[in-house]
């Protein structure tokens, strides 16, 4: 069955530091998506992105985020300089329809920021 | 409450024992998803029912939908050690509103 992958699983860096998280969505899937979830919280949304350009974002996708699609097969997440509020778990999904059908997520990357 | 809340928010059952959870919305949707988390681990889709729907079955996944009540409920029949998870709801909007707006979750505790 297709997969979300992401990389890497687990990412350490220091407070003020870029960090990069990449994804390869499914490779028919036109909708791509980012989600964070915070230790023992729920799940929230990040952004989403189709067609080269971000289709909608949350409050929390301040001007510290930004996503691209370098090639055909990469998504990545950058925040440009972290604080330690950004540790949390980063999932990145995709969809052929707009999620109407369903996602399919990544096994997540766990980011810590100390 | 928040869209997509939960109850209860921790279960624990005695394996082979039926588990239900139920998921509370409050805006309108096009579809309704319940998704599986191990610890500390990715999300897995389980199974998803339209607003046009009132019941769906996967395996041992039963869905219900009401959405007149804006509520959802998953049962988890003959469970398994393995069913050891949290367990939540999505919504998803209408067209200009897809994202997923994920509940609080429950976490499910089954007992061997």
């Known amino acids: 069955e297709p997969e979300v992958t992401q990389t890497p699983s687990h990412q350490v860096t220091q407070m003020g530091q870029e960090v990069i998280l990449r994804c390869v969505p499914i490779?028919?899937?036109?909708?791509f998506y980012w989600y964070r979830q915070i230790l023992g919280q729920k799940v929230e949304f990040l952004v989403s992105f189709y067609n080269n350009e971000i289709s909608e974002k949350s409050e929390i996708f301040d001007d510290q985020f930004s996503v691209e699609r370098p090639d055909g097969s990469n998504f990545t997440l950058k925040i440009r300089s972290t604080k330690l509020e950004d540790s949390a778990m980063y999932f990145c999904?995709?969809?052929?329809?707009?999620?109407?059908?369903?996602?399919?997520f990544g096994s997540g990357t766990r980011l810590t920021v100390v | 409450s928040q869209q997509g809340e939960e109850d209860p928010q921790a279960l624990s059952i005695q394996e082979g024992e039926n588990a239900t959870m139920n998921c509370s919305y409050k805006t309108s949707i096009n579809n309704l998803q319940w998704y599986r988390q191990n610890s500390g681990r990715g999300l897995v889709h389980l199974i998803l029912i339209r607003s046009n729907e009132r019941e769906k079955h996967s395996g041992r996944l039963r869905v219900t939908l009401d959405t007149s009540k804006k509520s959802s409920s998953l049962l988890i029949t003959a469970s398994r050690a393995a069913d050891t998870a949290s367990y939540f709801c999505?919504?998803?909007?209408?067209?200009?509103?897809?994202?997923?707006?994920f509940g609080t979750g429950t976490r499910l505790t089954i007992i061997p």
């Open positions: 490779s028919n899937h036109l909708y």
């Open positions: 999904a995709s969809s052929r329809d707009r999620g109407f059908s369903g996602y399919t």
């Open positions: 999505a919504t998803v909007g209408g067209f200009g509103n897809e994202k997923l707006t």
